[in-house]
């Protein structure tokens, strides 16, 4: 596969910077030609000399141009444009589409059934639902896996190859209904129709042909999501276009063949439509055993399944991929033992969530300076300063419903857990029974240890999921702190009837520290007793056991906490602005206050919001600052510091060497792979999306669509996780890149995300393992993974519209940062990047805040990596000068534009830039682009570049020859008038 596509606006883009001074060096040569003429006293030229001498200065001129923007700026991209990349070998293929299906038959959970399931694998099926025949593979954007539907495991071939035999007439149906799936875009106005045939659709002599086909019918339902929208909390404001300053919508806009899918009032897409119940009716009134799929990564609500009896088993099959729904029919027809557990939790009511009141849409109304100026700086600017306030505190999924009832038992807390909480955070059924049995603890200072006896006591081969939890001492009005807090997992192997493992879990005691924000501020394991429970969910004991802590363990400057290299002290203080945040105290007395809506829609006095054309960047300067060496002859070449420590003191006499000019290319272009850097004999490189497999409209390369991340997480099992990625990677690898935008892994902090697909859970444990085992696999094959999106990145909603972030640093600390800091912790040297966020943290560009990026992930936890932005769209906002002051050092963009950096002359920018420079250098050094295989192929020059020297040898020779012959006709002309 060859080209690389390249946005025209980019193209454009360059000229433009460049073609300025391209046309001066041309006039120059010309004047200086005709000075050389006049000084010599020639006399005047006569016209043909003239025209001469133009025609050469314009061949002159447009060989300088395309010469600048081939060999410069364009130089990477057009060396991607004319290289062969990759393709993928028959058996990366097999292993892959394997892979998917071995992650699916533990990915998909089970959550209701009667013994009706497994069906008999020669059984009929009728299939009923529109989405049975038009599924979703994944979500949409950067982050899904390339899905070619055409090609890939249907729902219904998924079936089909597990051996059961279809309703041809009702697929037909619906594929007559309509054929394509209404569009996700990452834009403003998404299409969120639904589309359903009418109960009265279906022809008597329709239903009679199913009931004689089979007395079993399956119920498909989906729900997509995708980057940039998040689903719809109100489906009223989606109809009058409120939602998500999106199009309007009208009951026209839902009409498929004169039908639409239409909601309640003040319903969510997380529920059915009145159309979808319809069929639910329909179906039910018709069959006596009805199986309910529900294809989709944000959980729906489901308490309707329990009002009708003939609904005998519910399972979840979330973003399969291109084969996963192989894994549907495994587990459908028993060939495999369903062992997938949820990742968050499911509301009978998710308008119950204590986030449901503050995701959406919140633009602030006394900031029209910012806006405005946003809007001049970027035409396309959205012009919104928006917020979002986490006011859950650290109580997010689970930890609130779990502390909830608790509360609700002790203190009378006006909370039913099971009128609420439909499926807890890790439940999930099999075909056959376990237990679990907890052994003998060890405690020691630092640990807790205990062994797990996991049997099969059923009649049928399956894998359990076990999962351990503590429970801190809480003192009302003290630290905010869980009643439930998952604290180590595992996985067995496929166990047989009557056959038994053991299954060894551990954990540190200092994990289970809370920040304490406004006591020590800094992480704090108080005294009193602890319980470590086993649970088969968050929810339901198994057994536990108690330990007591005599006294309170603080972790300050003399005591660091997990590793840390400066204490994990207050930071973040200034986002947490002025709301009201959840609090355990009296029993969530400030409940209704907390999650209540926005009440003011103002930015507080003393905040302020800066956007791009706000940022005066030499107001920071620091006259002290010594400029630094640049453009030194030292005689080093990037590959010869491959393998030394970070601070080795050649890197300083490296970086010497490094033009300004190169320093801010490397900066600015740093969008989809790094450019070359002569001075320091830095080759180019590429890097690709994503967490579901290669997607790359860059170099028009895509591989074979993986499922979502969160299918990997239900599976609970790390081992597969990395797996997933190692196989996942070798695609990378055949295609030539050298860098993975992924893992992804921000929280499900509310089930409207749309990128929940993107991401594992709602738990930061959970989440943790899961990406540490993907990027080790990263690290196995030499690979440098950006960990994304750093941070606070949890609702899509006017993502890049200046989202001001407010939230608790316990909550930052505990919940949102654990996966990140993980994965940089267990890192043990390998390289590692990190891809912020588009959001700000409180009032600052996450991009840009050295609070984030400097002092939390390169003081505290020791990263040594580059920080690459999110998309450098500018966005009325994303400023580089900005961003390399903050700690990032890459723009994630092609064409430059607002990325390059408008101070390049004092010694504050370039000392910035140089930093900057150093982590990049670093983090390729580090890479399989500096392997011996692969750097000596990427050192030899590009046949193009070879071209392009050969044609302008001949152009050169061409022009001296016409050049001499111009002159010396002139020359003999003059000679004959004298």
């Given at each position: 596969?060859?080209?690389?596509?390249?946005?025209?606006?980019?193209v454009?883009?360059?000229?433009?910077?460049?073609s300025?001074?391209?046309i001066?060096?041309?006039?120059?040569?010309?004047a200086l030609?005709?000075?050389?003429?006049?000084?010599?006293?020639?006399?005047?030229?006569?016209?043909?000399?003239?025209?001469?001498?133009s025609?050469?200065?314009?061949?002159?001129?447009v060989?300088?141009?395309?010469n600048?923007i081939?060999?410069?700026?364009?130089?990477n991209l057009?060396?991607?444009?004319?290289?062969?990349m990759?393709t993928?070998?028959?058996?990366?293929?097999g292993?892959?589409?394997?892979?998917?299906?071995?992650v699916?038959?533990?990915?998909?959970?089970?959550l209701?059934?009667?013994?009706?399931?497994?069906?008999?694998?020669?059984?009929?099926?009728?299939?009923?639902g529109?989405a049975s025949?038009?599924?979703v593979y994944?979500?949409?954007?950067?982050?899904?896996?390339?899905?070619d539907?055409?090609?890939?495991?249907s729902?219904?071939?998924?079936?089909?190859?597990?051996?059961f035999?279809l309703?041809?007439e009702?697929?037909?149906?619906?594929?007559?209904?309509?054929?394509?799936?209404?569009?996700i875009t990452?834009?403003n106005?998404?299409?969120?129709?639904l589309?359903?045939?009418?109960?009265?659709?279906?022809?008597?002599?329709?239903l009679?042909?199913?009931?004689a086909?089979?007395?079993?019918?399956?119920i498909?339902?989906?729900r997509?999501?995708g980057e940039?929208?998040?689903?719809?909390?109100?489906m009223?404001?989606?109809l009058?276009?409120?939602?998500?300053?999106?199009?309007?919508?009208?009951?026209?806009?839902?009409?498929?063949n004169g039908?639409?899918?239409?909601?309640?009032?003040?319903?969510t897409y997380?529920e059915?439509?009145?159309?979808?119940r319809?069929?639910?009716?329909l179906?039910?009134a018709?069959?006596?055993?009805?199986?309910?799929?529900?294809?989709?990564?944000?959980?729906?609500?489901?308490?309707?399944t329990?009002?009708?009896?003939?609904?005998r088993?519910v399972?979840?099959?979330?973003?399969?991929?291109?084969?996963?729904?192989?894994?549907?029919?495994?587990?459908?027809?028993?060939?495999?033992?369903?062992?997938?557990?949820?990742?968050?939790?499911?509301?009978?009511?998710?308008s119950?969530?204590?986030?449901?009141?503050n995701?959406?849409?919140?633009?602030?109304?006394?900031?029209?300076?910012?806006?405005?100026?946003?809007?001049?700086?970027w035409?396309?600017?959205d012009?919104?300063?928006?917020?979002?306030?986490?006011?859950?505190?650290?109580?997010?999924?689970?930890?609130?419903?779990?502390?909830a009832?608790?509360?609700?038992?002790?203190?009378?807390?006006?909370?039913?857990?099971?009128?609420?909480?439909?499926?807890?955070?890790?439940?999930?059924?099999?075909?056959?029974t376990?237990?679990?049995?907890?052994?003998e603890?060890?405690?020691?200072?630092?640990?807790?240890?205990?062994?797990?006896t996991?049997?099969?006591?059923?009649?049928?081969?399956g894998?359990?999921?076990?999962e351990?939890y503590?429970?801190p001492?809480?003192?009302?009005?003290g630290?905010?702190k869980?009643e439930?807090?998952?604290?180590?997992?595992?996985k067995?192997?496929?166990?047989?009837?009557?056959?038994?493992?053991v299954?060894?879990?551990?954990?540190?005691?200092?994990?289970?520290?809370?920040?304490?924000?406004?006591?020590?501020?800094?992480?704090?394991?108080?005294?009193?007793?602890?319980t470590v429970s086993?649970?088969?969910?968050?929810?339901t004991v198994?057994?536990?056991f108690?330990?007591t802590?005599?006294?309170?363990?603080?972790?300050?400057?003399?005591?660091?906490?997990n590793?840390?290299?400066?204490?994990?002290d207050s930071?973040?203080?200034?986002?947490e602005?002025?709301?009201?945040?959840?609090?355990?105290a009296?029993?969530f007395?400030n409940?209704?206050?907390?999650?209540?809506?926005?009440?003011?829609?103002?930015?507080?006095?003393?905040?302020?919001?800066?956007?791009?054309?706000t940022?005066?960047?030499?107001?920071?300067?620091?006259?002290?600052?010594?400029?630094p060496?640049?453009?030194?002859?030292?005689?080093?070449?990037?590959v010869?510091?491959?393998?030394?420590d970070?601070d080795?003191?050649?890197?300083?006499?490296?970086?010497?060497?490094?033009?300004?000019?190169?320093m801010?290319?490397?900066?600015a272009y740093?969008g989809y792979g790094?450019?070359e850097?002569?001075?320091?004999?830095?080759i180019a490189?590429?890097d690709?999306d994503g967490?579901?497999?290669?997607?790359?409209?860059?170099?028009?390369?895509?591989?074979?669509?993986?499922c979502g991340?969160?299918?990997?997480?239900?599976?609970?099992?790390?081992?597969?996780?990395y797996?997933?990625?190692?196989?996942?990677?070798?695609?990378?690898?055949?295609?030539?890149?050298?860098?993975?935008?992924?893992?992804?892994?921000?929280?499900?902090?509310?089930?409207?995300?749309?990128?929940?697909?993107?991401y594992?859970?709602e738990?930061?444990?959970?989440?943790a393992?899961?990406?540490?085992?993907e990027?080790q696999?990263?690290?196995?094959?030499?690979?440098?993974p950006?960990?994304?999106?750093?941070?606070?990145?949890?609702?899509?909603?006017?993502r890049?519209?200046?989202l001001?972030t407010?939230?608790?640093?316990q909550?930052a600390?505990?919940?949102?940062?654990?996966?990140?800091?993980?994965?940089?912790?267990?890192?043990?040297?390998?390289?590692?990047?990190?891809?912020?966020s588009?959001?700000?943290?409180?009032?600052?560009w996450a991009?840009a805040c050295?609070?984030?990026?400097?002092?939390?992930?390169?003081?505290?936890w020791?990263f040594?990596g580059?920080?690459?932005?999110?998309?450098?769209?500018?966005?009325?906002?994303m400023?580089?000068?900005?961003a390399?002051?903050?700690?990032?050092?890459?723009?994630?963009?092609?064409?430059g534009?607002?990325?390059?950096?408008?101070?390049?002359?004092?010694?504050?920018?370039?000392?910035a830039?140089?930093?900057a420079?150093?982590?990049?250098?670093?983090t390729?050094a580090?890479?399989?682009?500096?392997?011996?295989e692969v750097?000596?192929?990427?050192?030899?020059?590009?046949?193009?570049?070879?071209?392009?020297?050969?044609?302008?040898?001949?152009?050169a020779?061409?022009?001296?020859?016409?050049e001499?012959?111009?002159?010396?006709?002139?020359?003999?002309?003059?000679?004959?008038?004298?």
């Amino acid at each position: 596969m060859t080209g690389i596509q390249i946005a025209w606006e980019d193209v454009f883009s360059v000229i433009s910077q460049i073609s300025g001074w391209l046309i001066g060096i041309g006039v120059t040569v010309v004047a200086l030609i005709l000075i050389l003429i006049f000084a010599g006293k020639a006399g005047k030229p006569h016209a043909g000399f003239i025209r001469a001498q133009s025609a050469i200065a314009a061949v002159l001129i447009v060989a300088l141009m395309v010469n600048g923007i081939l060999l410069g700026q364009l130089s990477n991209l057009i060396t991607s444009a004319f290289t062969e990349m990759g393709t993928l070998s028959e058996e990366t293929i097999g292993t892959s589409q394997q892979t998917v299906e071995d992650v699916m038959n533990e990915g998909i959970v089970l959550l209701e059934n009667d013994g009706t399931l497994p069906l008999d694998s020669t059984a009929n099926l009728n299939v009923f639902g529109w989405a049975s025949t038009n599924p979703v593979y994944g979500g949409t954007g950067s982050g899904s896996g390339t899905v070619d539907a055409s090609t890939a495991v249907s729902l219904l071939s998924g079936l089909e190859n597990a051996g059961f035999s279809l309703n041809q007439e009702l697929s037909d149906f619906y594929t007559a209904y309509r054929s394509d799936r209404p569009e996700i875009t990452i834009n403003n106005g998404q299409d969120w129709t639904l589309p359903e045939p009418t109960a009265d659709s279906y022809t008597d002599e329709m239903l009679e042909n199913a009931r004689a086909f089979s007395d079993t019918a399956l119920i498909v339902f989906s729900r997509p999501g995708g980057e940039g929208a998040d689903l719809p909390n109100d489906m009223g404001a989606v109809l009058d276009g409120s939602y998500n300053q999106g199009t309007k919508y009208t009951n026209a806009s839902y009409q498929n063949n004169g039908d639409y899918a239409d909601f309640e009032a003040g319903s969510t897409y997380l529920e059915l439509s009145r159309t979808e119940r319809d069929l639910v009716d329909l179906v039910t009134a018709n069959f006596e055993k009805v199986i309910i799929v529900y294809n989709g990564s944000n959980p729906l609500e489901l308490g309707w399944t329990e009002d009708y009896e003939q609904i005998r088993g519910v399972l979840v099959c979330s973003s399969p991929g291109a084969t996963g729904f192989n894994s549907l029919g495994n587990i459908l027809s028993g060939a495999v033992n369903p062992s997938g557990k949820t990742v968050d939790t499911w509301l009978r009511d998710v308008s119950l969530s204590p986030t449901s009141q503050n995701v959406g849409h919140f633009a602030y109304d006394n900031v029209q300076e910012i806006t405005q100026a946003a809007k001049a700086h970027w035409e396309r600017a959205d012009g919104v300063v928006s917020f979002v306030n986490y006011v859950e505190g650290i109580y997010v999924g689970y930890r609130f419903y779990e502390t909830a009832y608790a509360e609700a038992l002790e203190n009378g807390f006006a909370f039913d857990y099971d009128e609420t909480v439909m499926y807890p955070f890790g439940y999930g059924l099999s075909y056959t029974t376990f237990t679990q049995e907890l052994g003998e603890p060890t405690i020691t200072d630092t640990t807790v240890t205990v062994d797990v006896t996991v049997t099969n006591t059923g009649s049928v081969a399956g894998k359990d999921v076990v999962e351990l939890y503590y429970t801190p001492p809480y003192t009302n009005g003290g630290i905010e702190k869980s009643e439930v807090n998952l604290a180590a997992f595992g996985k067995t192997s496929e166990l047989a009837p009557n056959q038994s493992e053991v299954i060894t879990l551990s954990f540190d005691l200092e994990d289970m520290a809370s920040f304490d924000t406004y006591g020590t501020g800094c992480y704090v394991l108080e005294a009193g007793t602890y319980t470590v429970s086993l649970r088969t969910d968050a929810h339901t004991v198994v057994d536990s056991f108690d330990f007591t802590l005599a006294s309170t363990i603080v972790y300050d400057e003399d005591n660091l906490h997990n590793g840390d290299l400066t204490v994990a002290d207050s930071k973040l203080g200034f986002a947490e602005g002025e709301v009201t945040y959840l609090s355990r105290a009296d029993g969530f007395a400030n409940y209704a206050q907390a999650v209540a809506a926005p009440s003011s829609y103002s930015l507080p006095d003393g905040y302020e919001v800066t956007g791009a054309g706000t940022y005066d960047v030499y107001q920071y300067n620091n006259d002290a600052d010594v400029m630094p060496t640049t453009g030194a002859d030292n005689g080093l070449e990037l590959v010869d510091l491959r393998g030394l420590d970070y601070d080795d003191p050649l890197w300083d006499q490296l970086l010497d060497q490094m033009t300004i000019s190169e320093m801010v290319d490397l900066i600015a272009y740093g969008g989809y792979g790094t450019v070359e850097a002569p001075s320091v004999g830095k080759i180019a490189t590429l890097d690709a999306d994503g967490p579901a497999g290669v997607n790359s409209s860059v170099t028009a390369s895509y591989g074979m669509g993986y499922c979502g991340e969160i299918s990997l997480a239900q599976t609970w099992n790390t081992d597969l996780a990395y797996e997933y990625a190692y196989n996942m990677l070798q695609e990378f690898i055949e295609f030539g890149f050298n860098g993975w935008y992924a893992p992804s892994m921000n929280m499900h902090r509310s089930p409207f995300g749309g990128r929940n697909f993107e991401y594992y859970s709602e738990d930061s444990l959970l989440s943790a393992e899961m990406a540490v085992a993907e990027c080790q696999a990263a690290y196995d094959h030499d690979v440098y993974p950006y960990i994304k999106h750093f941070a606070f990145n949890e609702q899509e909603i006017n993502r890049n519209g200046m989202l001001c972030t407010w939230l608790t640093e316990q909550s930052a600390r505990e919940i949102y940062l654990k996966p990140f800091e993980a994965c940089v912790k267990a890192s043990n040297g390998n390289t590692l990047a990190v891809m912020s966020s588009y959001n700000y943290v409180g009032t600052t560009w996450a991009g840009a805040c050295s609070a984030l990026l400097n002092d939390i992930l390169r003081g505290e936890w020791g990263f040594q990596g580059m920080v690459l932005t999110d998309y450098f769209g500018n966005y009325g906002y994303m400023d580089a000068d900005k961003a390399i002051r903050g700690g990032s050092d890459a723009m994630l963009g092609t064409a430059g534009n607002d990325a390059i950096l408008t101070d390049q002359t004092s010694a504050t920018s370039v000392l910035a830039m140089r930093n900057a420079c150093h982590n990049i250098l670093y983090t390729v050094a580090n890479s399989r682009a500096y392997s011996p295989e692969v750097y000596m192929e990427a050192t030899a020059m590009p046949a193009w570049q070879v071209t392009v020297f050969v044609v302008d040898g001949v152009l050169a020779a061409i022009l001296i020859v016409l050049e001499a012959l111009t002159l010396r006709g002139y020359l003999k002309k003059k000679k004959v008038r004298t």
